[in-house]
């Protein structure tokens, strides 16, 4: 799954709570008077690693590449996300997680999200309620390739005070007080490459794996095995002197094979997956080695031996703890044939996989099926992980979900296993555009990689899938017909050659594609070609005007059987559609500043003479298709406008020709407008801004000039705000699309009285 790295700077750990007393008739609530709930889907990411503590039955954790890590609570039976009251956006990139093999109230994370980013070692003595911060200097790549490597993180099982991390750049580390503190092992090797320029990035040291047979309890153990995954003549090495020195393993498979991910059974047998390259994409062969460390005699385990066998990779692996010989492997990148799991009983002599006996039951995440009959058994299959206390009980991870089975024994039997999204509580997805419509649905979303929703009940994943026809991988603006509410229109990079454009006369349940336009030249017609910086579509307030932003922005009155090009508009002069008057449009023209307005349906645009905005804007011009546009109307009257830029909020009331600066101190970066407080006129207003250092959620019941902070230290998901959308049928109501944490949605926790 493609993700997509989040572009506002980093905060600081904690934010600031508003101090406002809550007074029903005449004041907004605080942050702590607000609720936090994820809207569901269900999972929609790629997560790169699972892992079971090995001293508590029931716990489990997993890490994903962009969304921050998760703990797996038996007793609720949910998935509980462990990194919400963090504000650093980078370490919601989760590059390896490790339980502590002793105390299974201990958790480590490395977090980092790209090698430019501040990396941490974070520590949790309470399975991740709270964590401790301990910010380092080596820099990680949690949302870059080689991210399903692992683990690199490792604590050792005889003196959990000790522990390694194999970096991407820096060599490997060392601590001895708990991830407090971290030393360079100078006599590991391979020192590191350091930080790369622009180019791809350094995998480093692949996992770090102890045998805790070669020491005992309270002293470090002796033997420790890491692998590189970086091009060279030699992959893996062994200490036996608890990290003092370190000597190479010999005999590895052909040096172009970089080991992935390994496991060490009770015997000293060290299992290995190996790809040639480090994935996600991009891995063309693999193996599956086993290594005795006590003779160092290596064996070939790969379960597809076959000269022909179908191009991909190995990757995920696991040791079955109640039964010594029998582990799972997932291969990586066999596009052609499909990913799948295999299972040995016998160490890896013979082997069953599950593909033609497993079926998938995605009742409960039904976009799953990506518009077709049956979901795909997987792709990007790099997490695999078997209970250490329940050998039935099997999970892999895909690009979009987690696949658990109760059966995973019955895939040695040739008889069928049953795997279902092992998600509840996971909302692990990048959002790109969100609408509240004043009827039908409350909730219209565009998601990176999975489309986007109809949600009418937040609670459930929607029933119908994703929005189909046309079926986008990539959702990139969305819109509302402000006057005839179930007229919605979307555009998007879309699968299997369908149109870009869509829209549906029924909110958003059916949709019909729009056939694009095309451009004239001379007597020849040509496909308008979409720039690649933009792509809107924009109805009119009565929706039977639809304008799209191709090469020559074009409208149409008929739904795509004819087109007119617009006239007037500068290059990327991207239209609003007035809120209330269908016959107006505005734009801006951010090379200089004027207003542009169209009175004729969006046929032509003419400069207006307009007082009270700042010299220059050209900066505020958005330069890609994803980013939340400035320019916004309100539905409350004829030529209601309001401007977010860099040098401040701006509010016109009179079409355009006058805007008046918004009083308040909050530096708005995102707006949008929900229903009013009682004995209020006017809507309320709800942003993504700043307000010192602290970046937040934020409501306005006065036109921009208080501003309450809605949500508090609990709640700041690394700050990784993407969209906003308030409900305009719900008082107080917002929903927050993010960089990897979903949709959330917050409203007063008390009851309010609404206009």
């Known amino acids: 799954m493609k993700k997509i790295?989040?572009?506002?700077?980093?905060?600081?750990?904690?934010?600031?709570?508003?101090?406002?007393?809550?007074?029903?008739?005449?004041?907004?609530?605080?942050?702590?008077?607000?609720?936090?709930?994820?809207?569901?889907?269900?999972?929609?990411?790629?997560v790169p690693g699972i892992v079971f503590s090995r001293v508590e039955r029931g716990l489990a954790y997993l890490r994903s590449d962009m969304g921050g890590a998760y703990r797996w609570d038996v007793r609720q039976k949910t998935w509980i996300p462990m990194h919400d009251q963090l504000a650093e956006s980078s370490y919601f990139g989760t590059e390896s997680i490790a339980p502590d093999p002793i105390d299974a109230n201990v958790v480590y994370i490395a977090a980092g999200m790209y090698r430019s980013d501040p990396s941490a070692i974070l520590r949790s003595r309470d399975k991740g309620k709270t964590w401790q911060v301990f910010p380092v200097s080596f820099r990680m790549g949690g949302n870059e390739d080689g991210r399903g490597l692992g683990e690199r993180l490792a604590v050792d099982p005889n003196d959990h005070h000790i522990l390694y991390f194999g970096s991407r750049h820096d060599g490997l580390m060392h601590s001895t007080d708990s991830g407090a503190n971290w030393q360079k092992s100078a006599s590991f090797p391979l020192p590191g490459r350091g930080l790369p320029g622009n180019g791809p990035t350094n995998a480093g040291l692949s996992f770090v794996v102890f045998e805790p047979h070669s020491g005992s309890r309270g002293t470090a153990t002796k033997s420790i095995f890491v692998a590189s995954a970086d091009p060279g003549s030699q992959h893996l090495f062994r200490s036996d002197d608890a990290g003092s020195t370190?000597?190479?393993?010999?005999?590895?498979?052909?040096?172009?094979?970089?080991?992935?991910?390994?496991?060490?059974?009770?015997?000293?047998?060290?299992?290995?997956?190996?790809?040639?390259?480090?994935g996600p994409n991009g891995v063309t062969d693999g193996a599956v080695m086993k290594l005795d460390t006590h003779t160092n005699v290596w064996?070939?385990?790969?379960?597809?031996?076959?000269?022909?066998?179908?191009?991909?990779?190995?990757?995920?692996?696991?040791?079955?703890?109640?039964?010594?010989?029998?582990?799972?492997?997932?291969?990586?990148?066999?596009?052609?044939?499909?990913?799948?799991?295999?299972?040995s009983t016998d160490g890896g002599?013979?082997?069953?996989?599950?593909?033609?006996?497993?079926?998938?039951?995605?009742?409960?995440?039904?976009?799953?099926?990506w518009g077709v009959k049956e979901a795909r058994l997987g792709w990007w299959m790099a997490?695999?992980?078997?209970?250490?206390?329940?050998?039935?009980?099997?999970?892999?991870?895909t690009g979009a979900t987690i696949y658990a089975t109760r059966d995973f024994s019955d895939v040695n039997k040739g008889t069928n296993t049953n795997w279902f999204p092992w998600v509840k509580g996971i909302e692990q997805t990048a959002i790109i555009t969100l609408a509240s419509p004043s009827a039908g649905a409350h909730l219209i979303s565009g998601f990176g990689d999975i489309g986007g929703f109809v949600h009418d009940d937040l609670t459930k994943s929607p029933p119908q899938g994703m929005s189909e026809n046309p079926q986008f991988n990539t959702t990139n603006t969305i819109d509302v017909a402000a006057q005839q509410p179930n007229i919605i229109v979307r555009s998007g990079r879309p699968n299997n050659g369908q149109?870009?454009?869509?829209?549906?006369?029924?909110?958003?349940?059916?949709?019909?594609?729009?056939?694009?336009?095309?451009?004239?030249?001379?007597r020849n017609a040509t496909p308008a070609i979409i720039p690649s910086a933009d792509g809107a579509i924009i109805p009119s307030a009565d929706?039977?005007?639809?304008?799209?932003?191709?090469?020559?922005?074009?409208?149409?009155?008929?739904?795509?059987?004819?087109?007119?090009?617009?006239?007037?508009?500068?290059?990327?002069?991207?239209?609003?559609?007035?809120?209330?008057?269908?016959?107006?449009?505005?734009?801006?023209?951010?090379?200089?500043?004027?207003?542009l307005t169209s009175s004729d349906g969006g046929a032509t645009f003419t400069s207006s003479t307009t007082t009270g905005l700042p010299m220059d804007i050209s900066r505020d011009r958005p330069t890609w298709a994803e980013a939340a546009w400035p320019l916004q109307t309100t539905s409350a009257k004829e030529g209601d406008i309001w401007l977010v830029s860099g040098q401040g909020l701006f509010h016109s009331m009179d079409s355009g020709k006058t805007f008046t600066a918004a009083t308040g101190t909050l530096k708005v970066e995102m707006l949008s407008f929900g229903k009013a407080l009682k004995g209020k006129a006017y809507p309320a207003l709800f942003a993504i801004g700043r307000q010192g250092d602290t970046r937040a959620v934020w409501r306005s019941d006065d036109q921009g000039t208080t501003w309450v902070r809605i949500n508090d230290e609990r709640h700041q998901w690394g700050t990784r705000f993407r969209c906003i959308a308030a409900d305009p049928r719900v008082f107080g109501r917002v929903y927050i699309g993010t960089d990897g944490r979903g949709v959330l949605y917050g409203e007063p926790s008390v009851s309010v009285s609404a206009k």
């Open 499 to 522: 149109s870009p454009f869509g829209y549906s006369e029924d909110g958003g349940h059916t949709w019909q594609q729009i056939a694009l336009p095309t451009a004239r030249s001379g």
């Open 543 to 595: 929706g039977k005007t639809f304008m799209v932003m191709t090469s020559i922005p074009q409208i149409t009155r008929d739904k795509g059987k004819t087109w007119t090009s617009v006239q007037g508009l500068p290059a990327m002069g991207r239209p609003i559609a007035d809120g209330v008057n269908p016959s107006k449009f505005y734009a801006l023209d951010f090379g200089t500043g004027n207003l």
């Open 383 to 397: 997490a695999f992980a078997i209970d250490p206390f329940n050998s039935d009980f099997a999970a892999y991870a």
């Open 299 to 343: 064996t070939d385990i790969t379960p597809d031996k076959r000269p022909d066998h179908p191009q991909g990779g190995y990757m995920g692996i696991s040791l079955d703890r109640q039964h010594p010989g029998t582990l799972g492997v997932t291969t990586m990148n066999r596009w052609s044939a499909g990913d799948t799991v295999w299972r």
């Open 349 to 369: 002599q013979s082997w069953a996989d599950i593909v033609g006996k497993s079926t998938r039951d995605v009742s409960a995440t039904p976009f799953l099926k």
């Open 5 to 46: 790295k989040a572009f506002y700077s980093s905060l600081s750990m904690l934010g600031l709570i508003a101090g406002c007393t809550f007074a029903p008739q005449v004041s907004a609530q605080t942050a702590r008077d607000y609720v936090w709930r994820s809207v569901k889907v269900g999972a929609g990411g790629f």
């Open 246 to 278: 370190w000597a190479p393993v010999r005999g590895e498979p052909k040096a172009d094979f970089l080991p992935a991910k390994a496991e060490m059974d009770d015997k000293g047998v060290l299992y290995i997956t190996y790809s040639k390259d480090i």
